[in-house]
T-cell receptor
Framework: GENVEQHPSTLSVQEGDSAVIKCTYS??????FPWYKQELGKRPQLIID?????GEKKDQRIAVTLNKTAKHFSLHITETQPEDSAVYFC?????????????FGTGTQLKVEL | EAQVTQNPRYLITVTGKKLTVTCSQN?????MSWYRQDPGLGLRQIYY???????DKGDVPEGYKVSRKEKRNFPLILESPSPNQTSLYFC???????????FGEGSRLTVL
C-alpha cells in the first residue's frame, strides 16, 4: 500500500500568518490528492483537493500544490484565523494493490494563536 | 439531506460481547469504508467495499468483520471486542474510489 508521511505533526502560528503542511507519498501512480480538516469533536471534511493533471489549485485562503516528480503535495493557508485551528489530514490516492485501499497521513494539529 | 449515519454514537461494552456499529448512506455511493482514529496514529482504514458483496481489508482489519448486503449499508462487526479496540470509529462513503470521502459523525467505542 501507499506510504504516507505528513509534516509537521504540530504547527503553531500567529493569526494572520501563513501555514504550510506537507504530505509525502510513495506511489508514483497516485492520481488524487485531498486535504481534510477535522475540528475538535467533529468529523473530517474535505477542504481542497487536486488531481494529478494539475499543479496548483486555490480556493480563497487555501491552496494545494502538487509536485509529482518529488511525490509530495502541500496545503497552504494564508491569513490564518482562529477558526483554522484544527487537525489536517492528507490522503493521497494510489493505485497499488488495486487502488482501493486508502492511507491517511497521521495528521497535523494547527493552532492559530491570537 | 445527503448524509452518512452511524449508530451508536457512543458505546461502552465489555470484553467479548459482540457488537455491531451500523453505517448507512443515502447518496447512492459505490464506495464505503471504515476507519479507526487513535491519538498520534491518524485515521487508519479497517475495511472497504467497492459495491454490494465486494469487501476487502484495509490496513488494520484484525478483529473486525464487515458486510455489504445492500448498497446503502455497511455495518462494522466486532465479534469479540477487546480493550485495544477502544477507539473512535468513522464510516465514510464516496461516489467512487477517486473522489471526496463523506464521513459519518463517528462512533466512540470503549471496551472494558
Amino acid at each position: 500500500g501507499e506510504n504516507v508521511e505528513q509534516h509537521p505533526s504540530t504547527l503553531s502560528v500567529q493569526e494572520g500568518d501563513s501555514a504550510v503542511i506537507k504530505c509525502t507519498y510513495s506511489d508514483s501512480a497516485s492520481n488524487y490528492f485531498p486535504w481534510y480538516k477535522q475540528e475538535l469533536g467533529k468529523r473530517p471534511q474535505l477542504i481542497i483537493d487536486i488531481r494529478s493533471n494539475v499543479g496548483e489549485k486555490k480556493d480563497q485562503r487555501i491552496a494545494v500544490t502538487l509536485n509529482k516528480t518529488a511525490k509530495h503535495f502541500s496545503l497552504h493557508i494564508t491569513e490564518t484565523q482562529p477558526e483554522d485551528s484544527a487537525v489536517y489530514f492528507c490522503a493521497p490516492k494510489g493505485v497499488s494493490g488495486g487502488g482501493n485501499k486508502l492511507t491517511f497521513g497521521t495528521g497535523t494539529q494547527l493552532k492559530v494563536e491570537l | 439531506e445527503a448524509q452518512v449515519t452511524q449508530n451508536p454514537r457512543y458505546l461502552i461494552t465489555v470484553t467479548g460481547k459482540k457488537l455491531t456499529v451500523t453505517c448507512s448512506q443515502n447518496m447512492n455511493h459505490e464506495y464505503m469504508s471504515w476507519y479507526r482514529q487513535d491519538p498520534g496514529l491518524g485515521l487508519r482504514q479497517i475495511y472497504y467495499s467497492m459495491n454490494v458483496e465486494v469487501t476487502d481489508k484495509g490496513d488494520v482489519p484484525e478483529g473486525y468483520k464487515v458486510s455489504r448486503k445492500e448498497k446503502r449499508n455497511f455495518p462494522l462487526i466486532l465479534e469479540s471486542p477487546s480493550p485495544n479496540q477502544t477507539s473512535l470509529y468513522f464510516c465514510a462513503s464516496s461516489p467512487d474510489t477517486r473522489g471526496e470521502l463523506f464521513f459519518g459523525e463517528g462512533s466512540r467505542l470503549t471496551v472494558l
